[in-house]
């Protein structure tokens, strides 16, 4: 049974940090590349990183040159650092693993709540 299970969501400050992970379970992660989307009320689902089994990263244009996508393969982790938030970044944030070979196949986990207030 695959499993994506994030952390680490909650309530900060603008202009605060936060570090999201997600553990993955019942894949072969280092066959599959992981990312991070987020969702605002009444709004689209947005890419916000992500990262290939070989590690090239991908981010999102509005979180650019503040968030950090890493993988860790040993804990079958994927993190997100964002810094300088703003209630912009308010959302659910929500773990994708996608697998490298075919058929392709994605799952994603039941996502965390991220609040920035101003």
């Known amino acids: 049974q695959v499993q994506l299970v994030e952390s680490g969501g909650g309530l900060v400050q603008a202009g605060g940090s936060l570090r999201l992970s997600c553990v993955a379970s019942g894949i072969t992660f280092s066959f599959n590349d992981m990312g991070w989307y987020r969702q605002a009320p009444g709004k689209q689902r947005e890419l916000v990183a992500s990262?290939?089994?070989?590690?090239?990263?991908k981010y999102g244009d509005s979180v650019k040159g503040r968030a950090t996508i890493s993988r860790d393969g040993a804990k079958n982790t994927v993190h997100l650092q964002m810094d300088n938030l703003t209630p912009e970044d308010t959302g659910v944030y929500y773990c994708k693993s996608t697998r490298v070979y075919l058929p392709q196949y994605d799952y994603w986990g039941q996502g965390t709540q991220v609040t920035v207030s101003s």
């Open positions: 990262i290939t089994s070989g590690g090239t990263t």
